[in-house]
């Protein structure tokens, strides 16, 4: 052997001695490990306890009741509560508040807001807020009928370089002074787009001229920035819309946002037919139509927002010297207009009051047909089937009353309906519905005597 007795003890020592110090080793790795299971259960305890205090906080007061003689009431809790940020109001505060009266820049049609002026491409818009601008300048009434308040205008020409607009402003001004706060921008002037310039470009021109009160962004499309591919369209046209409300709320102007209409067109809403989502619309305060068929004389613009009364109104569009527009009324009073004209141009209508005047008792009685046969003996020849005569007399009804004093009935028989007219019935109707109206009249015509026949009509 090798090893000494003295060498063997020594070798069995130090395996002792390595094994105790592993064995050591190990355990403090243990008391490690268990300690920081420990710290990792105390924090996820301490979290929970964090969490559920939040979530209590956060829970609205619970509701106690106490019984008052046999009656259960609330126990008010209102001491109990604390929120320092503002309260609601009574309806009878908020009536006799003084709040300031709206700013507007053209009365009853456009205030201080963020509003959109939508159109179909090739429609005439740039004529019309050009038109617009030169107006608010000058103080004019825009369209020669609505009062405009007279401020600064900044106009962004945007799909446009200078000429264009510069011919425009002399065809529109005609002879008459250009105003001097009429600012423009155009597309030569390095315009960014919104959210990499643009606002800020803006608010230094509305800072070199402290008159403007309304900015016209010519059009919207041209600086609005590509979508985020992580938010859906209308989150980012909502972005747009605060971007700009921004600028508008800052310096208290009107901000005119031209925008073109989708390629569909919804007959039933015609507000539905913006381009993009309704993140546009209805982030703005109010929307403004223009529906014209391009190379027509005659145009509409439809209206609604929060502050201004929905309506409908009816232009004249003048061309030759460029393109104007002009008031003509509301769509209501064209369309009464455009009826009346109609009802005293029918043929039909001019019949049935001449069987009316030859009659003995102002009363006639006859088919669309006999309308038809009778025009041609007095003329007032109608060429429409005796379905559409019917339908005329129909449309015509309220006016054959309104305009002169004839009341119609009419009944159903085997061949055909017969419609009843009668002339000058002496009765004050001023308090009643129209339907009554007819009601009344009609009866009293089923019970008057005598008619007029076609043959004694004919000789």
Known sequence: MSRT?????QYYLDKYAK???AAALEEQRAAEIENRHNEIMDAMEEQQRERAELEESQKPPKIQ???ENGIIKVIDNVNKISYPGPQAISAAELLSMDLPPIQWIVKDLLPRCTAFLVAPSKSGKSWLVLQLALDVCRGKPFLGEFETVKTGVLYCDLES????????IRKLLNKDAVPDDLYLLTAEDAVQKLGAGFAEQIRMELVKHEDIGMVIIDVLQVVKPAGKRNKNAYENDYDVMAEVSKIRTERDVLVLLIHHT????DKEDIFNNISGSTGLMGSADEVIMLDRQRNSSEATISITGRDVEEQKYSLKVVKGNGIRFEYRGTADEIEAQQELEDYQNSPVIAT???????????????????????SKYLGAAVYDDSRKVGKEIRRFEGLLWAQDGITMDSSRTAKSRIFTFVHGIDIDMSHMSATSHMSATSHMSATSAGQMSMNDMMT
Do not use: C, F, Y
């Open 5 to 9: 007795l003295s060498g063997d003890h």
């Open 19 to 21: 094994m105790a110090k």
């Open 65 to 67: 009741v106490t019984t």
């Open 161 to 168: 370089g200078k000429r264009r607009p510069r011919d425009r």
């Open 262 to 265: 989708r390629k569909g067109k």
């Open 352 to 374: 049935i009051k001449k069987l009316l005047k030859q009659s003995n008792d102002g009363r006639w009685e006859g088919s669309a047909d006999d309308i038809r046969q009778a």
